[in-house]
Nanobody, 123 residues
């Protein structure tokens, strides 16, 4: 079993940058796909980015490609989402998650989730 603890988030002006992190407080992230999703009250949970824990291959949604960067630190058993050039439409609750099978953009394929953290992009 894996327990994920998120950090980061808050309010930021458009164009700014913010970093979210997700650490495994219990269990290991090896042999997994780890990723980030986001959700608003108007939309279903949507895929943001993912990375293969071993190979480091990255996947991004079209809406964040070129602005967000997902990375992992194997020695610290954690992964992060660097968000740049933030836009008001990036406002959402962000969740980290793990998938013990193969890459997927569908939240139903992910087994363990962080507690969620609010990111608000507004002037």
């Amino acid at each position: 079993q894996v327990q994920l603890v998120q950090s980061g988030g808050g309010w930021i002006e458009p164009g700014g940058s913010m970093r979210l992190s997700c650490a495994a407080s219990k269990g290991t992230l090896s042999s997994l796909i780890v990723g980030w999703f986001r959700q608003t009250s108007e939309k279903e949970r949507e895929f943001v980015a993912a990375i293969g824990w071993i190979g480091g291959h990255t996947y991004y949604s079209e809406s964040v490609k070129g602005r967000f960067d997902i990375s992992r630190d194997i020695t610290k058993n954690m992964f992060s989402l660097q968000m740049n050039s933030l836009k008001p439409e990036d406002t959402a609750v962000y969740y980290c998650a793990t998938n013990g099978r193969t890459y997927s953009a569908h939240p139903a394929e992910y087994d363990y989730w962080g507690q969620g953290t609010q990111v608000t992009v507004s002037s």
